[in-house]
């Protein structure tokens, strides 16, 4: 029998992470034929919801669960781990500042990178979905300089999920329909989707709608649809969110041919070295690599630059406050 692949799952008491554990464990992250072993880490005061969690986890008997561990230490979470969630993060509350904002996730994810650093499994893979998730990615990272750089990736595939949903409605099409959608830049209101690579039916998606309804409507749909879930909901996107953290690891680790991902720049279409920012990805063997030769006119090299520029700001950010 294969050996278990650990998942360790951070923030695993919290929503997405109620959300997120059983499909894991059902074995849609990783492949139906894929044993799993649990960690889930959590900060004290949630350790005991989160063993709650862990019971009904046994209550399933899921096949593919090998085992279960529930930690509020992240040595021992990440200890022998080939996939991180990092899905607890510290939210925006009234009156935080940025500047607030990032040092209290500095607070979380550099002693976690480090963690994953000392700690993880060789082919350690981390995708961060806590936010801000893309610099929350950027910080782990440079606190893992063990750890390949590219390993460090960032969701944006809820947001190239909820793009193709729109689409598919405005053009009534199946989403299977359209090909090569592109979410650029932040996971944030800055995000650039993008219909011009985008294709249905093997036309360009932004030929086939008028450009009122792509600029005016589609992008800031797809842009502001969490803040619509939560007016909606109540509460904040989980489900959905956890939907596309098995997408995002699934693609990764079992190849595709586009998707939309954050990952580290080498610099292409002028996103500065380094930074963690969503692309138009390919996966194959196991890696992502950033999809070339894509023209951009514009109208989306402007969305593209405030996005990125959004992502330079945040990354200044924290490397004034020493976190990186
Ligand atoms: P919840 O507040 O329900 O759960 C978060 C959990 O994280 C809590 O149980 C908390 O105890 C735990 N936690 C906090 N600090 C921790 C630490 N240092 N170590 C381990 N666990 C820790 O939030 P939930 O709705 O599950 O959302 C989690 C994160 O995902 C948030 O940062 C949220 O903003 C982010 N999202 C990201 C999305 C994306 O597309 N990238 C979309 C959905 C979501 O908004």
């Known amino acids: 029998a294969?050996?278990?692949?650990?998942?360790?799952?951070?923030?695993?008491?919290?929503q997405i992470g109620y959300a997120l554990l059983f499909r894991i464990a059902s074995g849609q992250l990783l492949g139906a034929d894929v044993p799993v072993k649990l960690s889930l880490l959590e900060i004290p005061q949630a350790v005991k919801a989160a063993e709650g969690t862990a019971m009904e986890l046994d209550d399933c008997a899921f096949p593919l669960l090998s085992g279960i561990e529930v930690t509020d230490d992240a040595n021992k979470a990440f200890d022998g781990a080939s996939v991180a969630l990092l899905v607890g993060a510290r939210p925006r509350t009234a009156g935080m500042e940025r500047g607030d904002l990032l040092q209290a996730n500095g607070g979380i994810f550099g002693p976690q990178g480090k963690a994953i650093n000392d700690n993880a499994a060789d082919d350690i893979r981390v995708l961060v979905v806590g936010n801000p998730a893309n610099t929350n990615s950027l910080i782990a990272q440079q606190h893992a300089p063990d750890v390949p750089a590219e390993r460090f990736t960032a969701m944006t595939r809820l947001d190239h999920n909820r793009a193709l949903s729109q689409l598919a409605a405005k053009l009534q099409v199946p989403v299977t329909e359209i090909k090569k959608m592109t979410i650029w830049g932040n996971h944030s209101a800055t995000q650039y989707p993008d219909l011009f690579?985008?294709?249905?039916?093997?036309?360009?998606?932004?030929?086939?709608?008028?450009?009122?309804?792509?600029?005016?409507?589609?992008?800031?749909?797809?842009?502001?649809?969490?803040?619509?879930?939560?007016?909606a909901r109540g509460a904040s996107s989980a489900a959905s969110a956890a939907n596309a953290a098995i997408d995002h690891v699934f693609d990764w680790v079992n190849g595709t041919e586009?998707?939309?991902?954050?990952?580290?720049?080498?610099?292409?279409?002028?996103?500065?070295?380094?930074?963690?920012?969503?692309?138009?990805?390919?996966?194959?063997?196991?890696?992502?690599?950033?999809?070339?030769?894509?023209?951009?006119?514009?109208?989306?090299?402007?969305?593209?630059?405030?996005?990125?520029?959004?992502?330079?700001?945040?990354?200044?950010?924290?490397?004034?406050?020493?976190?990186?």
Do not use: C, M
Not at 2 to 14: D, L, M, R
Not at 209 to 226: H, M, N, Q, S, Y
Not at 287 to 294: F, S, T, Y
């Open 2 to 14: 294969q050996t278990p692949v650990k998942v360790t799952v951070t923030g695993a008491a919290g």
């Open 258 to 324: 586009w998707t939309s991902a954050a990952i580290p720049s080498d610099g292409s279409y002028g996103v500065p070295e380094g930074l963690i920012s969503s692309f138009p990805v390919a996966s194959r063997d196991g890696k992502w690599e950033i999809i070339q030769g894509l023209e951009i006119d514009a109208f989306s090299r402007e969305r593209i630059d405030a996005s990125v520029r959004e992502l330079e700001e945040e990354r200044a950010a924290v490397r004034e406050l020493g976190l990186i």
């Open 197 to 231: 690579h985008a294709e249905v039916g093997g036309k360009v998606a932004a030929e086939q709608v008028d450009e009122v309804w792509l600029r005016d409507t589609f992008i800031p749909t797809v842009a502001k649809r969490g803040a619509a879930i939560i007016e």
